[in-house]
């Protein structure tokens, strides 16, 4: 299964763009990346993805590099109620989706 | 409104009963899952199944049981054989499976369980 490295925590000012990156350089050619987020207590909320080019809906876009290795989630107006745990998660070809521990994201006044 | 339904938010029990989580979906998804979640961490595959009456193990099965005879219907019981119950659960469905399918999982809003 591919494996995604993501920073343990990081701090956002709010208004501005919050960029989260992840590494997935085991990735295969058909497995699509994933972003999620969770806020305490409450399921993971669904937010965007890829396979290979970029994508931008109404929360956010999703940037991947053109060798798939890494990809970066950018919020672009980040506000307080972005603060959340944010999952970036690659589609196992076992039909599982496969969590890892996730950024911490604080977004601060 | 479409979605999925966890029940109970929280459920206390004592050590060596059984105990089953209710999921439901009215979201007409063929693939549900269950994952666990303990403070400060990921969320662990316990259970997952992609159709009525057919199921497989993730990565945490040892000391859970699920049945799938209905569609929108997803059971986990958490058994007194599983050493360290008390956890976070969550639900999940999807249109389907499948690696590179372009389909994302839809959370309920997760069970606490708690066993003393």
């Known amino acids: 299964d591919a494996k995604t490295t993501q920073p343990t925590s990081m701090d956002c000012a709010e208004g501005r763009a919050a960029n989260l990156p992840c590494n997935h350089s085991?990735?295969?050619?058909?497995?699509?990346v994933y972003w999620y987020r969770q806020i305490h207590s409450q399921g993971p909320q669904y937010i965007i993805h890829?396979?290979?080019n970029n994508e931008t809906n109404e929360m956010a876009s999703l940037i991947i590099t053109e060798d798939r290795k890494s990809s970066t989630l950018i919020l672009p107006h980040a506000t307080l109620r972005d603060t959340a745990v944010y999952y970036c998660?690659?589609?196992?070809?076992?039909?599982?989706?496969?969590f890892g521990t996730g950024t911490r994201l604080q977004v601060f006044p | 409104d479409g979605g999925i339904t966890q029940s109970p938010k929280y459920l206390f029990r004592k050590e060596g009963q059984n105990v089953t989580l209710s999921c439901e979906q009215n979201?007409?998804?063929?693939?549900m899952y269950w994952y666990r979640q303990d403070p400060g961490q990921g969320l662990r595959l316990i259970y997952y199944?992609?159709?009525?009456?057919?199921?497989q193990k993730g990565d945490i099965a040892e000391g859970y049981s699920v049945s799938r005879e209905k569609k929108e219907s997803f059971p986990l019981t958490v058994t007194s054989a599983q050493k360290n119950p008390t956890a976070f659960y969550l639900c999940?469905?999807?249109?389907?499976?499948?690696?590179?399918?372009?389909?994302?999982?839809?959370f309920g809003n997760g069970t606490r369980l708690t066993v003393t």
């Open positions: 999940a469905s999807s249109p389907r499976g499948g690696a590179g399918y372009n389909s994302p999982l839809h």
């Open positions: 085991t990735i295969s050619g058909n497995e699509y």
């Open positions: 890829g396979l290979k």
């Open positions: 998660i690659v589609l196992s070809n076992t039909d599982k989706l496969i």
């Open positions: 979201l007409n998804h063929d693939a």
């Open positions: 199944s992609q159709i009525v009456n057919d199921f």
